[in-house]
């Protein structure tokens, strides 16, 4: 299989998104022109999206709509459970600690870690906050895959040292900098400074940020 | 100027956000080839984003750091202060209110407002959350530029309705909910559950997402 645009695969999460709306309003089969309209996209993109795994549908009668749910979860890696660490337990990390979607989508949080003595043995929901200094000995024993990073931007590298050196191989990133991970390592970022960043740049200059 | 595709504006911000750390180090000019190393892309990357809106720099000598800086900031519409009202104070909201970056880069929290009575009435930071009912006077006397939407998906796309009809020409969308906006109006998502699932693809299939 060929390499993957990271657009192709974000634009199967919101297939996946709009599906799973439809699928709870009881409608069986849905088409590529249906799936386009919900994205803003072209039925063309929609089939051309969904080939890069094979076929799916049938011509005229559309797809089934609880199949290729099935199917994007199975491509996405969601027909399995994935464990998260999330280190820093400030606003947002104590935020995320208690986001139920973490939960509905297959991701359980495992620990929430922080080195401030007033945060540690806080609880945030079901999960207490745990010394950082235990991060290598609970990755290695509890194997989770993801760590979510809601430190200070100056601390963010080394901690991504860390938590990538004791075997995670995922990282998103709430830290306001940038951070190199290891060959191997998958790494997302969200950056509230680039999204209002663009944001101005689109008040800036109406009618001219391509879409 | 023809449209800008989104991905050069991102890059733009990064190459800031990398410029400003230089400027605090106190170097004075910076090549293509050091903004590329920095950002994981190529020289002519960096010269091809920057010349879509005029040249810079000198051949053999770099660019200027702190001209770059103001130029890049100019370009993204930093050069001004934008007000921004929340609509929601539940956790993601209540920590937005008092993200300090959004001031430190020209962005007035003018307003939070939720419709939760409890809520109402409670300081955030420095600002005091607002009955919902509120939001429209408000945009109508405050005049802000850009909401940030934290309510629950199913009320997503009805508050969104309300803020652009009153007059919010840039929404930055964290509700778990695809919203749909008026021609003319700015968007951006930021969405956990996209986030995690394209984390989960590139744990499933290891070396195939395209960087």
């Known amino acids: 299989m060929k390499p993957i645009a990271e657009s192709t695969v974000r634009r199967l999460s919101l297939y996946l998104r709009f599906l799973e709306e439809f699928e709870a309003q009881g409608q069986l089969t849905i088409s ?18 969904l ?31 994935w464990s998260v660490v999330i ?61 979510v990073l809601c430190v200070p931007g100056e601390v963010a590298q080394a901690v991504v040292d860390r938590v990538t050196d004791a075997g995670i ?9 940038q951070v190199q991970v290891p060959n191997g390592v998958t790494m997302r970022a969200v950056n509230m400074a680039t999204e209002l960043e663009i944001l101005a740049f689109g008040l800036s200059h109406p009618e001219e940020l391509a879409s």
Chains 1, 2 share one sequence.
């Open 32 to 49: 590529s022109g249906e799936l386009a309209v919900s994205r803003g996209t072209t039925s063309a993109q929609v089939r051309k999206d």
């Open 51 to 81: 080939s890069f795994f094979g076929s799916f549908g049938k011509r005229g009668l559309g797809y089934d709509v609880r199949d290729l749910i099935g199917s994007i979860r199975q491509i996405l890696g969601l027909h399995r459970t």
């Open 87 to 147: 280190i820093g337990a400030g606003k947002i990390g104590a935020a995320l600690a208690q986001y139920r979607g973490f939960a509905t989508r297959g991701f359980h949080v495992v620990g929430i870690y922080d080195k401030d003595p007033a945060r540690i043995g806080t609880k945030l929901g079901e999960i207490t906050v745990r010394s950082d200094l235990e991060i290598e000995r609970d990755i290695e024993r509890l194997r989770p895959q993801i760590a």
């Open 169 to 177: 191989t995922a990282v998103l990133n709430f830290a306001p900098a």
